[in-house]
């Protein structure tokens, strides 16, 4: 059985950094693509950030270009997302996702990790 | 970036009615779309991806259809748990989008 356990969320002030982790158990994570996928208070679902399953192509969304990383861990069997320089309207339920394979579908879903950003 | 734009906002039916809901692209992605079903206080659940496959476990009375600019999920007959909120998907084209969802509602 799949399973994505989110980790690292919390309150932050504007311009703070935080780290979020999903471990991940159940599949062979090194095959898989990852994402990010966050849930803002009262909104829509937004796509964040998805990498490869080597590693070595990621993607972000243009509301977090230059300010987020999105990285993996094959021997911890763990994704993350370094965000930096936070600001308001990053607060929201961020969710892990398992990606179906060969394809930027979400699949399985942590049950997330709520970030708020605010003074 | 592509647009997927949802409707209805909010679906007020009854329990065994049919359900359509919408999403139409503001350009073609192919068949790369996918609906998503999201309860409340939990994780989105992928029911349909590439406009027409049934994702693993999803029950029969879920369908999709389309492909180009419009797509269609039509739940036959629904039933209690079925009351959510659907989001749809596409993966054509980076970045990846959402529709702003459908809200199906118990009348």
């Known amino acids: 059985e799949v399973q994505l356990l989110e980790s690292g969320g919390g309150l932050v002030q504007p311009g703070g950094s935080l780290r979020l982790s999903c471990a991940a158990s159940?599949?062979?994570?090194?095959?898989?693509?990852m994402s990010w996928v966050r849930e803002a208070p009262g909104k829509g679902l937004e796509w964040v950030s998805s990498?490869?399953?080597?590693?070595?192509?990621?993607y972000y969304a243009d509301s977090v270009k230059g300010r987020f990383t999105i990285s993996r861990d094959t021997s911890r069997n763990t994704l993350y997302l370094q965000m930096n320089s936070l600001r308001a309207e990053d607060t929201a339920l961020y969710f892990c996702?398992?990606?179906?394979?060969?394809?930027?579908?979400?699949?399985?879903w942590g049950q997330g990790t709520l970030v708020t950003v605010s003074s | 970036e592509i647009v997927l734009t949802q409707s209805p906002a909010t679906l007020s039916l009854s329990p065994g009615e049919r359900a359509t809901l919408s999403c139409r692209a503001s350009?073609?992605?192919?068949?790369?779309l996918a609906w998503y079903q999201q309860k409340r206080g939990q994780a989105p659940r992928l029911l349909i991806y590439?406009?027409?496959s049934r994702a693993t476990g999803i029950p029969a009375r879920f369908s999709g259809s389309g492909s180009g600019t419009d797509f269609t999920l039509t739940i036959s007959s629904l039933e209690p748990e079925d009351f959510a909120v659907y989001y749809c998907?596409?993966?054509?084209?980076?970045?990846?989008?959402f529709g702003g969802g459908t809200k199906v509602e118990i009348k």
């Open positions: 590439d406009a027409s």
């Open positions: 350009q073609s992605v192919s068949s790369y």
């Open positions: 990498i490869s399953s080597s590693g070595g192509t990621t």
């Open positions: 996702a398992k990606d179906q394979y060969l394809a930027y579908y979400f699949d399985s």
């Open positions: 159940g599949f062979t994570f090194s095959s898989y693509s």
């Open positions: 998907q596409q993966r054509d084209n980076w970045p990846l989008t």
